[in-house]
């Protein structure tokens, strides 16, 4: 319980604030929830390397969940696919807040949306 509502603080205030915000795996999750979108479940995705399609090109990345996003929250639009159309990543259309569902720090390449990628830099 403390973990979700410190996390709900912490989003509300960097939303407040226009700050950017990249939740990955579990944090892909609370932003979605967060904004009224539907988690479910997925199978195969533990401990696993998936595809993805994302910005016109397929991926490998490295995944760690048994959630799926089955609807998104307002105001946010998919930007990666697995090969079953589940979404692994989304975006706001207008602020610059990001899920993406598998772990690009655990990829000796991480894969990123380029636009998570260019806040980086």
């Not at 979700?4 to 579990?26: F, M, S």
Request: charged share 25%; with cysteine; net charge negative.
């Amino acid at each position: 319980m403390a973990r979700n509502q410190t996390e709900n603080l912490l989003y509300q205030d960097a939303v407040e604030k226009g700050k950017p915000v990249v939740g990955i795996c579990h944090g892909a999750f609370v932003i979605n929830d967060i904004s009224k979108g539907v988690n479910g479940s997925v199978d195969g995705h533990v401990d696993a390397d998936i595809k993805i399609t994302m910005e016109g090109r397929e991926h490998t990345v490295r995944c760690y969940h048994s959630q799926a996003i089955e609807k998104l929250g307002e105001d946010f639009e998919a930007i990666a696919y697995d090969n079953e159309g589940i979404i692994e990543a989304f975006k706001h259309v207008s602020k610059p807040i990001y899920g993406i569902v598998w772990h690009p720090e655990r990829m000796d390449e991480p894969v990123l949306p380029s636009d998570v990628a260019d806040l980086l830099n």
